[in-house]
């Protein structure tokens, strides 16, 4: 079984005809803090139990359990996780908080934050800059350090995953002090 999918509006108009929304939000928390679907609370996916997720439920574990995260194909892999633990009843927002903002829909806006993307977008030119140099510099063998890095950036478009994405995610500046959780709406 696979995940059920939503689109914003079709979630947003069930909160507003009062039905509870469980939504996690499984992007980092930095970039939860910069903008979010106001009735998410955030769990990110390199975090993400599903087994706690689930058990953690309240008691609601008869009512839909919404994932969103940028785009929709992290929310896809929380849910695939979810499902895998014998959960039947997971929908992934469809377009994730950019659609979600899209809509015009309610969102909280906190501190901005240079984006992950982004983040890797710079490294990964240095990473090759710098190998490029160095290679005509110092040693050609240092010309392999560009290969590696087009290598790894060819295997996160073709496998959706991004070690230098999940490392960065870790660095210091990326981190969030307090929790960030959204109150129950």
């Known amino acids: 079984m696979t995940a059920k999918s939503i689109t914003p509006k079709e979630l947003h108009t069930r909160h507003q005809q009062g039905e509870t929304i ?26 993400f139990d599903p087994q706690e997720v689930l058990s953690n439920r309240n008691g609601s574990s008869d009512k839909p359990l919404y994932v969103i995260c940028r785009s929709g194909s992290r929310a896809a892999k929380a849910c695939e996780k979810l499902v895998a633990c014998g959960s039947n009843n997971v929908v992934n927002v469809e377009g994730g908080t950019l659609a979600w903002e899209e809509a015009g829909l309610p969102v909280e806006r906190g501190q901005k934050a240079m984006s992950l993307e982004r983040q890797v977008r ?13 290679g005509f510099a110092v040693h ?6 560009s290969g590696f890095v087009g290598a790894g950036l060819m295997f996160a478009g073709i496998t959706d995953t991004c070690a230098m994405g ?12 307090q929790v960030t959780e959204c109150k129950a709406k």
Do not use: C, Q, S
Request: hydrophobic fraction near 55%.
């Open 22 to 47: 469980d939504l996690i939000d499984v992007r980092t928390p930095v970039e939860f803090r910069e903008v979010h679907a106001e009735y998410a609370r955030n769990i990110p996916l390199d975090a």
């Open 122 to 134: 710079i490294a990964a030119g240095f990473l090759v800059l710098t190998g490029v140099i160095l």
């Open 140 to 145: 050609p063998a240092f010309f392999g350090l």
């Open 166 to 177: 999940m490392l960065i995610a870790k660095m210091p500046w990326n981190k969030v002090t």
